[in-house]
């Protein structure tokens, strides 16, 4: 199992609030909620900290960007393919 740097290990009661109907069909299923929802809530904060993190280095990437396209691949002599 991959390492998650996010985990702790400890657990933390959380009040969600859900449709009904949603609740009912995965407890018919047999759907742990927490489980899911962690996986959920995990998933969305990685999102959100790749979209931060693209954001607040734009200006470099648009940099490091325009130096490839002028200078090109300074390693493509070492290419295989």
Known sequence: MKHDPVASGK???VNLSLDTG???M???VG???SQVSEAAIREA???AK???WQEENATAIQGWNRWYEENGNP???YRTW
Request: hydrophobic share 45%; proline share 0%.
């Open 22 to 24: 949603i609740v009912a």
């Open 31 to 33: 759907i742990n909620l």
């Open 45 to 47: 904060t990685r999102k």
């Open 11 to 13: 657990r933390k009661s």
């Open 50 to 52: 790749a979209a931060r």
């Open 75 to 77: 390693l493509e002599k």
């Open 26 to 28: 995965a407890r018919e």
